[in-house]
């Protein structure tokens, strides 16, 4: 019997995009005229974010923030460090933090409370996607692409050991026995 893993289409591009539309109308109402602070987490909002700011058609200021995770296992591990911190300032400014994906809610938990003791006018998250079944600290997630099943996702910024990032579509991997499929 063979073994090999496909891809199974979740969330098509134009579906993707249709969402990224929404949030961006949902956002444009709360922060036009506020000039935010908008975060990407680095790498895998990278995509998501250069599609959502180009949505955003008001004065605004990017900036980038990379996590690791350290102990065993990767995102689970609790222990999460920010190795590329920020130059913008934060005291005073409405900042919006984009995430690609909120799983076990650890990384950007973290995230969220060293942004916090730097006092800013407001602090909020959107997330492209939400996979709520294996949370162990409670989010608050202002902004929600779409709610995700249990399952690895990849495409539109997200990777597997850092490929398909530049998949268009979301998928997930699916293992299969006794098909020839395989990516
Ligand atoms: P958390 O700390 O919420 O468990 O982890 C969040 C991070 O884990 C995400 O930013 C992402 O990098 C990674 N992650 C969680 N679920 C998935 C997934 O289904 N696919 C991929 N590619 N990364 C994921
Ligand atoms: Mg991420």
């Given amino acids: 019997m063979t073994e090999a893993v496909r891809f199974v289409m979740l969330y098509p591009r134009e579906q993707i995009q249709a969402t ?3 949030l961006a109308r949902d956002i444009t109402r ?4 506020k000039n935010p602070l908008v975060i990407g987490v680095l790498k895998g909002s990278f995509v998501f974010l250069a599609d959502l700011t180009r949505r955003l058609e008001f004065p605004l200021e990017i900036e980038f923030v990379r996590l690791s995770s350290y102990g ?3 995102s689970s591990s609790g222990k999460v460090t920010v190795v590329h911190g920020m130059r913008a300032s934060v005291k005073g400014r409405h900042v919006l933090v984009v995430e690609d994906i909120v799983d076990t809610g650890l990384s950007i938990t973290h995230l969220l409370e060293s942004l916090r003791v730097k006092k800013p006018a407001s602090l909020r998250l959107c997330c492209l ?3 709520p079944a294996r949370r162990r600290v409670p989010v608050e997630i202002h902004y929600r692409g779409f709610t995700v099943p249990d399952r690895f996702l990849v495409g539109y910024g997200l990777d597997h050991a850092e490929q398909y990032r530049n998949l268009p579509d979301i998928c997930y991997l699916e293992e299969t026995r006794g098909q ?3 990516v």
């Fill in 180 to 182: 020839t499929t395989s």
């Fill in 20 to 22: 990224v539309a929404a």
């Fill in 129 to 131: 996607l939400d996979k």
């Fill in 72 to 74: 065993r296992g990767t």
């Fill in 30 to 33: 709360d922060y036009a005229g």
